[in-house]
């Protein structure tokens, strides 16, 4: 009996370890901080200004972003080398990791957090996976277009967002598309799509409200606006030759559009290829002022 009780007190005490290397305390104030060039990230006390984890391992974070389950207790990184990580940020340290495409910008959680999805440059499409272990829920490929060199390939996905009613909205850039992906069926994918959005659709945003889909446009001015209430409707065309009577500037990187603000009424977007913030007001889509900063937004 003697080893019998001696193997038990030794589980009992490593149990009790691992225990408490995991944090017991809410979540609401804790953040995470990527170390692009490492490939980690910190797991930071807001409250208290002090890291209190490192998780290393994570792959390519030169353009990483993250979103956050429904509890707050798990981070989903999204990496360029197509990463898709899992970490417990009460613990410090990776659940699970798959790579999934080829090369990754980014993605979102559905509004049960039950699903996450990446959109991809490489090969192109929408992969969804579960958020419970990482398997593989969806593959939806890209419309396919032609390259520079002739050949096939699958169109970049960009502003991939999570849209009420557990959808997602996605945009194409090849291909001058906008996607609403409605996963309330998770085996049967129901995917509506629209057509010559604009030209060269950049990145995207939901506003707060959930109705409304943005789509940058870089290809020309203006940007597409998609009513999520109404998505039967196409898409239509806002802010319409914004750089009139102005020299276009060369532009060295696209900007991102899903990080900018909706405040109140009004809607703040970058003006591509000009060294201004464009006011935009909610309801009729006019524009009412412009801020003149020092470079491109």
Request: proline share 5%; charged share 20%; glycine share 12%.
């Amino acid at each position: 009996m003697k080893p019998a009780l001696s193997l038990a007190a030794s589980l009992l005490l490593f149990c009790g370890h691992a225990i408490a290397d995991c944090l017991t305390r809410g979540t609401g104030d804790l953040g995470i901080v990527i170390e692009r060039a490492a490939g980690s990230l910190q797991i930071v006390d807001t409250t208290a200004h002090q890291s209190l984890f490192r998780v290393e391992g994570l792959g390519d974070l030169s353009h990483a972003s993250a979103v956050y389950s429904r509890d707050e207790r798990y981070a989903f990184i999204f990496g360029r080398d197509g990463g898709l990580t899992k970490v417990d940020i009460l613990c410090g340290k990776i659940v699970n990791r798959v790579i999934q495409g080829g090369n990754s910008i980014g993605g979102a959680i559905s509004q049960n957090g039950s699903l996450i999805a990446v959109s991809n440059y490489e090969p192109g499409g929408v992969k969804i996976f579960s958020t419970q272990d990482l398997s593989l829920v969806a593959d939806i490929p890209a419309t396919e277009v032609t390259d520079r060199e002739g050949k096939r390939k699958g169109s970049k996905t960009v502003g991939l967002v999570d849209a009420p009613g557990q959808r997602f909205a996605v945009t194409l850039y090849d291909s001058s598309e906008a996607w609403i992906i409605d996963m309330k069926n998770p085996a049967e994918p129901k995917i509506q799509r629209h057509t010559k959005i604009g030209a060269l659709p950049y990145d995207a945003l939901v506003t707060p409200d959930g109705r409304y889909y943005i789509s940058g446009l870089f290809g020309q001015d203006g940007l597409s606006l998609l009513d999520l209430w109404h998505p039967e409707k196409p898409p239509r065309l806002i802010l319409e030759g914004y750089g009139r009577g102005k020299q276009k500037l060369p532009v060295y990187k696209m900007p991102h559009l899903e990080g900018w603000a909706v405040a109140g009424n009004s809607a703040f977007l970058p003006a591509v290829g000009h060294h201004e913030v464009l006011v935009v007001r909610q309801g009729d889509w006019v524009e009412t002022d412009r801020i003149k900063v020092h470079g491109q937004p």
